[in-house]
């Protein structure tokens, strides 16, 4: 599988429960970054990583927590969500930390808090 | 504040017809206007515009850039249904990795 994949594609779930939505990419790039595109609202950029280590958190809630165990993955974790966080969730790899044009973007993944 | 403001919001045209998108900015800083084509999945990176005046074209897409007036436009001339989309402008700053999207502008395209 080529590019970047996204699992799952779509999830629903309640308030109380606990998930995690998954990025991989098969570019060998250094930078993976989380994008938020709610309904009608810019898309918004949530997370940075270089070479697993995060380098830009953008004044995100505590309850989605990232986590990046190499190069290749990261994750989302999600848990306790609002309505309000009901999303596209993209996620988005480059060769480094670099200008948004080298970005390749994922399929993102469509969440529905109830 | 920065942002970055595109219309219209929404757009309904017939195949054939000719679509402009427009996109304005108040972003300090300024370093690349970026425009991306959505269908419901990936956003796939269609044009980057640094200079006014410049005209950058693929097919039947062009876009250009006004760094005295902000704005971009976006030209689609004999519109395809396949051109259905969202389309997303974005300004990237020059300070950091630093860019704000526009909303988007969803354009129909029926038969």
């Known amino acids: 599988e080529t590019g970047v994949t996204q699992t799952p594609r779509h999830l629903v779930m309640g308030m109380t429960n606990k998930k995690s939505l998954k990025c991989e990419q098969h570019?060998?790039?250094?930078?993976m970054y989380w994008y938020k595109q709610s309904a009608k609202k810019p898309l918004e950029l949530m997370f940075v990583y270089s070479l697993e280590e995060r380098v830009e958190n953008n004044s995100v809630p505590s309850r989605f927590s990232p986590e990046c165990p190499n190069s290749s993955h990261l994750f989302l974790h999600l848990h306790t969500l609002q309505p309000e966080d009901s999303a596209l969730y993209l996620c988005?790899?480059?060769?480094?930390?670099?200008?948004?044009?080298?970005?390749?973007f994922g399929p993102g993944t469509r969440l529905t808090v109830t | 504040e920065d942002k970055v403001v595109q219309s219209p919001l929404s757009l309904v045209v017939h195949e054939g017809d000719t679509v402009t998108l427009n996109c304005s900015y108040e972003?300090?800083?300024?370093?690349?206007l970026l425009w991306y084509k959505q269908e419901k999945k990936a956003p796939t990176f269609l044009f980057m515009l640094?200079?006014?005046?410049i005209e950058k074209k693929s097919g039947r897409l062009s876009s250009i850039l006004d760094k005295k007036e902000l704005f971009s436009i976006l030209n689609i001339t004999a519109t395809q249904t396949g051109d259905s989309a969202i389309y997303l402008c974005?300004?990237?700053?020059?300070?950091?990795?630093?860019?704000?999207f526009g909303t988007g502008t969803s354009l129909t395209v029926i038969p």
């Open positions: 640094t200079s006014s005046g």
């Open positions: 988005a790899s480059s060769q480094v930390v670099t200008a948004l044009y080298e970005q390749y």
């Open positions: 972003v300090t800083n300024f370093r690349s």
């Open positions: 570019l060998g790039h250094n930078a």
């Open positions: 974005a300004v990237e700053k020059n300070t950091g990795n630093q860019f704000y």
